[in-house]
């Protein structure tokens, strides 16, 4: 099963250096946490089946990496300046400070007193100083969301690749925004990065569009182990959708600490590349009395046709990379009782996403020539590109394998007397034992013919998919 609290995950990823608290050693950042060692690695490999899904498979999906850095008038014109915003309410008796929403029966979470302010609009987008003079003329934002970026770089995006609709620019990359109260380990967070995609398409095939994308979406997080008992379809209301938004589709996941957002599928229709289109002209005229509006570049596309150029809807898929690693975590962890009676904690990771693919374990450390083989099979199998292949050298194969259970790793291979011909058995010369994860079974393998049972095994899973 699934993990059930959201302390048993902490654990694990602080034990076994997947997530730490960010500056931990002066009392941590609120807020802000630190991939570790094998963190640092799922995310990457979620990001990777991410991105290979997105842009290397389909044909109609360019990439993109935008700065953080964002200019004011693109999160004016966005409308993020006026309506980013979540309601804060403040605990008079405690001083604490939390959003509405989070206010239940009106009483403060933290003291339960009553004694509350009324909401009030509080702004969540970092800002900064551009340059060293501090004024109100010289400061950016922070970029709340990847997406703005892949607007204002529309026109740029066409241009150099004559794209024509139905197209898409998709982008991975950092987002900030100051929560009022961050919460649930790495759910809600100041500091986080995101996978987003913008599908431009033709206006009255948008409907369209927008339910295929969202059929897409729950496949893939099927296909990174999710299953359909945790996943669920939330259409928005009327009265919940963003200002720019026609309709929101939430996937959303059981987390340890309940049913929450996973990804929104959004349909942006032309707000942001009409409101940038016309407002970024609109500045360019004033300040060049010699312009006319024609010389101005509008953020349209043509069709290849003798159509005129339109300003084209968007479809926008968007999926915070930490809850994705919260609920791959999540999904995966999974506590046994073994038939001797003892316990193992294991994270049946979908292998492609595994921090680890493979753990070469030489039986004896001391034995030189089980470390030279172990080490020469280490080197053979990272030419394979399958990921990160890790020498394990703690001397106690029991302890070992419950490492690599924890962390994921699908595949041990265990080199001892046997292997080097010091064993029992001479027939087993040049040979390696290979334990699986989840069965705990094992198997002895030829060294020469561990490449091709690697390839076919991991091709194996990448090719897995899981039904809808």
């Given at each position: ?367 030189p020539d089980i470390v030279t083989v172990s080490k020469e099979i280490k080197a053979s199998l990272l030419k394979l590109g399958i990921g990160r292949i890790f020498f394990e050298d703690s001397g106690n194969i029991g302890k070992s394998y419950r490492r690599h259970d924890e962390v994921g790793t699908p595949l041990c291979i265990t080199v001892d007397y046997d292997t080097i011909g010091k064993g029992e058995q001479a027939e087993l010369k040049d040979t390696v034992t290979i334990r699986d994860r989840d069965t705990m079974k094992q198997i002895r393998l030829a060294i020469d013919k561990l490449p091709e049972y690697l390839r076919e095994y991991f091709q194996e899973s990448a090719n897995k998919k899981e039904r809808v």
């Amino acid at each position: 099963m699934p993990a059930k609290t959201m302390d048993s995950l902490v654990s694990l990823c602080k034990r076994r250096g997947f997530i730490y608290p960010g500056s931990e050693i002066y009392g941590g950042l609120q807020g802000v946490y630190d991939y570790g060692p094998l963190g640092v690695e799922l995310k990457n490999n979620l990001k990777t089946a991410w991105w290979r899904c997105m842009v290397y498979e389909r044909d109609d999906i360019e990439g993109l990496d935008a700065s953080i850095l964002t200019h004011r008038f693109v999160l004016r014109h966005s409308g993020h300046e006026a309506t980013f915003t979540d309601p804060m309410v403040d605990c008079k008796d405690c001083k604490s400070r939390w959003r509405a929403d989070q206010i239940k029966n009106g009483k403060c979470e933290r003291c339960g007193g009553s004694n509350l302010t009324e909401p009030r609009p509080f702004n969540l987008m970092f800002k900064t100083t551009v340059g060293p003079i501090a004024d109100e003329n010289n400061f950016a934002y922070l970029r709340p969301e990847t997406a703005q970026g892949i607007f204002s770089n529309f026109k740029n995006v066409v241009d150099s690749t004559s794209r024509k609709l139905p197209f898409g620019i998709a982008q991975i990359g950092k987002a900030f925004r100051n929560e009022i109260t961050p919460r649930n380990f790495i759910f809600r967070v100041r500091e986080f990065e995101q996978m987003e995609m913008e599908f431009f398409v033709r206006p009255g095939t948008d409907e369209e569009w927008h339910k295929k994308w969202v059929d897409d979406r729950v496949q893939w997080w099927k296909n990174q182990g999710l299953t359909s008992d945790n996943l669920q379809l939330y259409y928005q209301t009327k009265e919940e959708l963003a200002h720019y938004a026609k309709a929101t589709v939430d996937i959303l996941y059981r987390f340890p600490h309940g049913l929450e957002e996973l990804e929104g599928i959004a349909n942006r229709t032309d707000f942001d590349l009409g409101s940038h289109s016309k407002n970024s002209s609109e500045l360019n005229l004033t300040a060049r009395v010699d312009a006319n509006e024609d010389s101005i570049a509008k953020l349209t596309i043509t069709d290849g046709q003798e159509n005129p150029p339109i300003v084209p809807f968007v479809i926008e898929p968007s999926a915070g990379v930490d809850r994705g690693v919260l609920a791959v975590l999540t999904e995966a962890y999974t506590e046994e009782q073994l038939e001797n009676g003892t316990q193992r904690i294991v994270l049946k990771l979908k292998p492609h996403l595994s921090p680890i693919k493979v753990a070469v374990i030489p039986l004896a450390r001391n034995n030189p020539d089980i470390v030279t083989v172990s080490k020469e099979i280490k080197a053979s199998l990272l030419k394979l590109g399958i990921g990160r292949i890790f020498f394990e050298d703690s001397g106690n194969i029991g302890k070992s394998y419950r490492r690599h259970d924890e962390v994921g790793t699908p595949l041990c291979i265990t080199v001892d007397y046997d292997t080097i011909g010091k064993g029992e058995q001479a027939e087993l010369k040049d040979t390696v034992t290979i334990r699986d994860r989840d069965t705990m079974k094992q198997i002895r393998l030829a060294i020469d013919k561990l490449p091709e049972y690697l390839r076919e095994y991991f091709q194996e899973s990448a090719n897995k998919k899981e039904r809808v």
